[in-house]
């Protein structure tokens, strides 16, 4: 394809045309995936994420900042919340990140969120795909927010970072359960806020109570105040010490492996899923499923009917 060979030589123009393909879930999506396949594995990614206010998108931009003194070339992808006229992202974070918008060793790029769940775009694992055969160092993933449903950054960073502010206790509290699973490294930024001594007691805390599995990964908590880049140093210390643990230890590799096999089933699951919402609107399903709406049959009825008599493929797959 033109475009990705113009984007592998480190053309611009291709790569913007080429995230703009996979967002708009251009059918050109899967001869782009199979074209740069040979060429992942060389970014590290790290994903930011943490609830509105906290200064994710401040610590994010001091990182960028950080990783451009030792000339490595820098993407960002910055999750937005997507506009309900447009469906494309309010660019609220490229506003706040413009100091880096003419450095040529930086790419940033708005993704909206389009309503999905998870805090991650529905497109920004092929991004990143498309940013690592680009060949940058470092992208860096910034979520909408954080919660108990926003896991999806576990699924494309090697790194977690969970940034909190010193009002963050209450938020803490109604997503513990999440919050431990996904966090490599916990900040509490706004460290010159009363209370964030607090909030990184209460992390400690949690984080003592957790059970925790022999030479396992335990999640430092850092204090940081990201307007005046104080911690960042220390942030980019740990990430980098999060990265030897996992490399050391093989969990690279096997994590790498799972996360193939997740967006595996996530490409299938995907695809069979948009093959039977066309065949619901066409005769092969329309008499079931006017049945299923008036209440006359189960759902599960319909589907003991095709595993016993129906032919799958003529219901999963495209006609030719």
């Avoid at 200064?55 to 999750?79: E, P």
């Avoid at 790029?109 to 940013?131: A, D, I, Y």
């Avoid at 204090?223 to 010490?241: H, M, N, Y």
Wanted: proline share 3%.
């Amino acid at each position: 394809m033109q475009f990705v060979e113009k984007m592998l030589k480190g053309d611009l123009r291709s790569l913007a045309r080429l995230i703009t393909y996979i967002e708009n879930r251009s059918e050109k999506l899967p001869e782009i995936m199979k074209a740069i396949h040979n060429k992942l594995g060389n970014a590290y990614i790290v994903g930011v994420t943490g609830p509105p206010g906290a200064g994710k998108s401040t610590a994010a931009d001091q990182l960028i900042s950080l990783w451009r003194k030792d000339d490595s070339r820098v993407a960002a992808v910055l999750i937005d919340p997507s506009s309900p006229f447009t469906g494309g992202a309010i660019l609220g974070d490229r506003i706040r990140m413009n100091r880096h918008t003419l450095d040529p060793g930086v790419y940033m790029r708005s993704l909206g969120s389009r309503g999905h769940q998870g805090g991650l775009s529905r497109s920004t694992k092929e991004v990143v795909h498309l940013l690592d055969a680009y060949g940058t160092d470092w992208v860096l993933v910034e979520t909408v927010g954080v919660g108990q449903t926003e896991l999806d950054v576990m699924e494309v960073a090697d790194t977690v970072i969970v940034v909190l502010g010193p009002e963050s206790g209450d938020t803490v509290q109604t997503m513990k359960a999440g919050i431990m699973e996904i966090a490599d490294i916990f900040v509490v930024n706004k460290a010159d806020r009363e209370g964030a001594d607090k909030m990184a007691a209460m992390l400690k805390a949690m984080l003592d109570l957790k059970d925790k599995e022999e030479n396992s990964w335990e999640p430092p908590v850092l204090l940081s105040v990201a307007s005046t880049g104080r911690g960042i140093d220390e942030i980019q210390r740990e990430i980098q010490k999060h990265r030897r643990f996992q490399i050391d230890r093989d969990i690279m590799r096997k994590k790498k492996k799972n996360i193939r096999i997740n967006e595996f089933i996530e490409v299938f699951d995907n695809y069979f899923i948009n093959n039977l919402k066309e065949a619901m609107k066409s005769g092969q399903l329309r008499d079931l499923v006017e049945k299923v709406e008036n209440g006359e049959i189960s759902p599960y009825e319909v589907l003991e009917k095709f595993k016993k008599n129906g032919d799958f493929s003529k219901l999963l797959l495209p006609k030719k």
